[in-house]
């Protein structure tokens, strides 16, 4: 008989929860747009109802020291700018990219997040590029067929999948074709605007340790970043307003569940079994979507999605083997380096020991 343990099975059973979240979160804020909810005011409303949940847990955690939440100067100046990169200005890019394009391009694209922080993390040297090695040569080669993936599906659609008219070609900017063009765009600068928050995190995880905290003041920030942005290009009121019911809880969702429990469930993850080991479920959020997308929203799958996804999460995968060698290259040298210990003796007179008779005196003083 099979032992069933749970806690072996928690990671993963973790992992698909918080996928299966991040598609119903795409799915249920793609019908609230259709119904009239401004994207921009979406932002605002989800990063106000994160924070509110958040507050309180940091106060249960902290037995309501308010002290342990300062941050300094540079500090801040730091949380201030990923806040604004990977809040306000990619969650905006997102939601215009699900109006705009599809809730299935959305999660599609978001795969797209290692290979771009490959190519920045390279280029501030935070990620050394060895021609010479097969693993550079592995990301980078994954990097490509990514972003070639994320252009096919932005630029091309291509017949119906299941009706299989051929009159949707690439590049036919009629029938929404630009709108879908602009909405494939506006993901991956989302995509980009995410892979700079994961780069600013090392210097902002040096001098601020507490993850719980820092996602409060971020989800602070960025709320009242997007209310300016919102309010300087929709100046008019009437954007805030809820079209029905459903949109309120569209929002109270994707501040609750979407951001507070996903961000609970993901950094415990990553403490228990590392990064990549989170990274390699982001491709299931892309088959959820695309099927809950056809079936609740029903939306056309084309060839270009289809040939665009399998292209992304390949070379994601490809990116993720050759982070993975790195990684395991890394802890077998730290094994190494610490079995390798220097021991010095210092031979001096005085530290002279017989080597015959360590423990013992001379016979002359055990007779005294």
Same mark, same amino acid.
């Given at each position: 008989?099979? =032992? ?17 979240? $991040?598609?119903?979160? =795409? ?11 401004? !994207?921009?005011?979406?932002? *605002? ?5 994160? !924070? ?23 500090g801040f100046g730091l949380v201030f700018v990923a806040s604004l990169a990977g809040a306000a200005m990619n969650q905006s890019l997102f939601y215009e990219g699900v109006l705009l394009g599809s809730p ?13 922080? %490959? ?5 501030? /040297? ?22 070639? /993936?994320?252009? !096919? ?14 009159? !949707? ?14 909405? /494939? ?15 600013? #995190? &090392? ?11 820092? +996602?409060?003041?971020?989800?602070? @920030? ?9 309010? %300087? ?8 307003? %809820? ?8 929002? &109270? $969702? ?6 507070? &429990?996903?961000? $609970? ?10 990064? @990549? $080991?989170?990274?390699?479920? =982001?491709?299931? +959020? ?5 099927v809950l997308s056809s079936i609740l929203l029903h939306e056309e799958l084309h060839i270009g999605s289809l040939f665009g996804a399998i292209a ?6 490809? *990116? ?12 077998? #040298?730290?094994?190494?380096? +610490?079995? =390798? ?22 016979? +002359?003083?055990?007779?005294?």
């Amino acid at each position: 008989m099979v =032992n069933f343990s749970l806690e072996e099975h928690k990671p993963w059973m973790a992992m698909v929860t918080t996928q299966c979240i $991040y598609a119903i979160t =795409n799915l249920v804020s793609k019908a609230a747009f259709n119904r009239g909810l401004n !994207t921009m005011a979406f932002v *605002v409303y989800r990063q106000i109802i994160a !924070t509110l949940f958040l507050i309180p847990a940091i106060l249960y955690a902290k037995r309501g020291r308010l002290s342990d939440l300062s941050l300094s100067l540079k500090g801040f100046g730091l949380v201030f700018v990923a806040s604004l990169a990977g809040a306000a200005m990619n969650q905006s890019l997102f939601y215009e990219g699900v109006l705009l394009g599809s809730p299935s391009m959305a999660a599609a694209m978001a795969n797209l997040i290692p290979g771009i922080t %490959f190519v920045m993390a390279s280029s501030v /040297g935070l990620e050394k590029v060895n021609l010479r090695n097969l693993r550079s040569w592995a990301k980078i080669i994954g990097t490509i067929i990514s972003i070639g /993936g994320a252009m !096919t599906m932005a630029l091309f659609k291509g017949p119906r999948l299941l009706s299989m008219p051929f009159e !949707t070609s690439m590049l036919d900017f009629g029938r929404g074709m630009d709108k879908w063009i602009i909405g /494939g765009l506006c993901l991956i600068a989302s995509s980009s605007c995410w892979s700079l928050w994961l780069i600013l #995190q &090392v210097p902002i995880c040096k001098s601020y340790s507490d993850p719980l905290s820092l +996602s409060a003041w971020m989800c602070l @920030l960025s709320a009242l970043q997007s209310a300016v942005i919102t309010f %300087f290009i929709y100046p008019d009121l009437s954007v805030w307003r %809820f079209t029905s019911p459903s949109d309120v809880l569209a929002c &109270v $969702y994707a501040g609750f569940i979407g951001s507070a &429990v996903t961000f $609970y469930l993901q950094s415990w993850c990553i403490s228990v079994r590392g990064p @990549l $080991y989170s990274a390699m479920f =982001n491709p299931l +959020s892309t088959v959820i979507t695309t099927v809950l997308s056809s079936i609740l929203l029903h939306e056309e799958l084309h060839i270009g999605s289809l040939f665009g996804a399998i292209a992304i999460i390949g070379g994601l995968y490809v *990116v993720l083997w050759g982070k993975a060698e790195d990684l395991k290259n890394k802890e077998e #040298q730290e094994i190494e380096d +610490s079995t =390798n210990i220097p021991i010095s003796i210092d031979k001096t007179p005085e530290c002279e020991i017989d080597i015959r008779h360590p423990l013992l005196t001379d016979k +002359s003083e055990r007779e005294d």
